[in-house]
T-cell receptor, first 113, second 114 residues
């Protein structure tokens, strides 16, 4: 058990809808990272937050947004969903923003129909 | 950003040692080498990391070349439960005020034969 909790585990929704994925980092971890993993793309970095502030953005679509709250949990919002957004979404946390190991949750599997 | 190169796949027999290579020829002096593995239907799992010296923990050993341009993850006795995708990435200790994006490649898919 990594200590990182992601909810929900599975999500099935229709195109055009909006969903929110939630991540609770390990106790004491200030950094939260979001990744998307689809079969043909591997693990793609989306966004990084450190202690409530956005620190880096990857190839995150404009339809996607995220935030990290004062209690350090994070949410990833996906809107105007398309079939191609179907993927596994992982959250990882680490103590700091630099070298410390990443601890991943077990992901949210999003299926857009 | 420094990148890593790994073979797409490797095979091993159960109870034999496995050496998983990683090339990182553009590594900087402040980059730590991290290894993760991802078992089927799970999130990636931290395995080990190091800077210059070889490292051991309960899961594996990490051997780092003297010039730091390559490293090898060693599983001393492979089991069927070690079948996974293994990722080698670089993490920069210097960028504490900013962010070094942990970039994962495709990794090495390890197949373990009974």
């Amino acid at each position: 058990d990594s200590g990182v909790t992601q909810t929900p585990k599975h999500l099935i929704t229709a195109t055009g809808q909006r969903v929110t994925l939630r991540c609770s980092p390990r106790s004491g971890d200030l950094s939260v990272y979001w990744y998307q993993q689809s079969l043909d793309q591997g693990l793609q970095f989306l966004i990084h937050y450190y202690n409530g502030e956005e620190r880096a953005k990857g190839n995150i679509l404009e339809r996607f947004s995220a935030q990290q709250f004062p209690d350090l949990h994070s949410e990833l919002n996906l809107s105007s969903l398309e079939l191609g957004d179907s993927a596994l979404y992982f959250c990882a946390s680490s103590v700091a923003a630099n070298n410390s190991p990443l601890h991943f949750g077990n992901g949210t599997r999003l299926t857009v129909t | 950003d420094a990148k890593t190169t790994q073979p797409n796949s490797m095979e091993s027999n159960e109870e034999e040692p496995v050496h998983l290579p990683c090339n990182h020829s553009t590594i900087s002096g402040t980059d730590y080498i991290h290894w993760y593995r991802q078992l089927p239907s799970q999130g990636p799992e931290y395995v080990i990391h190091g800077l210059t010296s070889n490292v051991n923990n309960r899961m594996a050993s990490l051997a780092i070349a003297e010039d730091r341009k390559s490293s090898t993850l060693i599983l001393h006795r492979a089991t069927l439960r070690d079948a996974a995708v293994y990722y080698c990435i670089l993490r920069d200790v210097a960028r504490s005020g900013g962010s070094y994006i942990p970039t994962f490649g495709r990794g090495t898919s390890l197949i373990v034969h009974p």
